[in-house]
């Protein structure tokens, strides 16, 4: 997706040959036209294959989750990283460790709002390790409910996660596919590069 492109080019930060900033428009502050684009775009490549759910983790994955849910007019569901005290039972949960952030958090979301007759669509801002991700496909398949696959806005191609899902044989969809962040430059993913 060219215009998600250009933006990490010209508003994205390479801290180092691993970690790549792009608070100012995806994970801190939004730019609610580029989400606009993300969800238009992630729903165009999942049209028809009969979505009713989105799930996504707080709190990056929430904005292009919630776009494309306005677009495919499904609701968009994210799961919990903190305790709620009005939410301690009738939950899935899941154990997701984060790379980033060197800690591990147990998700969760109500049993209320993916059922078994669901066709969910999982989200997230990044995919890098796969951690997110499969704690994610770990509550799809605890409610029974089918994927229709997953969705990336940022896959950083270097690390292991989308092999990881692919190899799966689970549909991942990712909009910018970064191939390296060496030398303090993003360099993408061609297309036909992709598995």
């Known amino acids: 997706m060219k215009?998600?492109?250009?933006k990490i080019l010209s508003d994205g930060k390479v801290l180092s040959e691993s970690v790549l900033k792009v608070d100012s428009f995806l994970n801190?502050?939004?730019?609610?036209?580029?989400?606009?684009?993300?969800?238009?775009?992630?729903?165009?490549?999942?049209?028809?294959n009969g979505i009713t759910r989105i799930l996504t983790l707080e709190s990056s994955g929430i904005a292009p989750a919630m776009m494309t849910?306005?677009?495919l007019g499904v609701p968009a569901v994210f799961a919990r990283k903190r305790k709620s005290l009005t939410l301690v039972d009738h939950m899935y949960t899941a154990n997701v460790h984060s790379f980033t952030k060197n800690?591990?958090?147990e998700i969760s979301v109500s049993k209320d709002f993916i059922k078994?007759?669901?066709?969910?669509l999982v989200m997230d801002d990044f995919l890098a390790n796969g951690q997110a991700?499969?704690?994610l496909l770990d509550i799809v398949k605890q409610s029974g409910a089918t994927l229709a696959g997953i969705g990336i806005v940022i896959e950083k191609?270097?690390?292991?996660?989308?092999?990881?899902l692919r190899e799966q044989g689970i549909r991942v969809e990712t909009l910018a596919?970064?191939?390296s962040l060496e030398n303090g430059q993003v360099t993408f993913l061609a297309e036909a590069d992709i598995q």
Do not use: W
């Open 133 to 135: 991700a499969l704690g």
């Open 28 to 48: 801190h502050q939004i730019d609610p036209p580029l989400m606009q684009a993300i969800g238009e775009e992630f729903a165009l490549r999942f049209k028809g």
């Open 116 to 120: 078994k007759e669901d066709v969910v």
């Open 69 to 71: 849910g306005l677009v």
């Open 103 to 105: 800690e591990t958090n």
């Open 157 to 164: 191609g270097f690390q292991p996660g989308g092999d990881l």
């Open 177 to 179: 596919h970064i191939a």
């Open 3 to 6: 215009k998600l492109q250009d």
